[in-house]
């Protein structure tokens, strides 16, 4: 578990040997599986589910935990002017896979954003557990105006 949430391992080995014998183990995670905690705290157990089961217990020796491959943080949100088109703008953050997003805006902060209404049709937008960037979206011609994410789930 990590945060509370179940985290199944994509391979899972019995410890002992169809001649008795004890063997090592490897679990395997899958990088979806722990894509909400990166960045993040994350505690690892080992252990039996019952631990008062002294018939079970378990003996480890020279644990060790590999990580493989680069793994980054999502990208912040950042709007950045569109160079070609005054007054428009890029916007760019990392996304979820699985997840649709709504670009929101308002001209007034003391309203949740979750209540700002879609801005120029940029609703629905899939995750892809990448970064994502929508591009030449018109700022409006506001003295000043919001823009925010909602992430609206599966």
């Known amino acids: 578990m ?23 183990i490897s679990r395997t995670y899958d990088a979806s599986s722990i894509a909400d ?5 994350m505690t690892i157990v080992l252990g039996v589910e019952d631990a008062n089961d002294l018939a079970n217990r378990v003996i480890f020796d020279n644990v060790s935990l590999e990580i493989e491959g680069a793994i980054a943080p999502p990208a912040a949100f950042v709007i950045a002017p569109t160079p070609e088109s005054p007054g428009n703008y890029n916007f760019s953050w990392g996304s979820k896979a699985g997840v649709l997003y709504d670009l929101v805006s308002s001209t007034d902060l003391s309203i949740a954003p979750a209540t700002w209404p879609v801005w120029e049709g940029q609703t629905d937008i899939a995750g892809t557990a990448e970064e994502i960037t929508i591009s030449d979206i018109p700022g409006g011609n506001d003295a000043k105006r919001f823009f925010a994410l909602v992430e609206k789930g599966q």
């Open 2 to 24: 990590a945060d509370g949430v179940q985290m199944t391992p994509s391979e899972i080995v019995d410890p002992v040997a169809p001649d008795g014998s004890f063997q090592m």
């Open 37 to 41: 905690h990166i960045g993040g705290e």
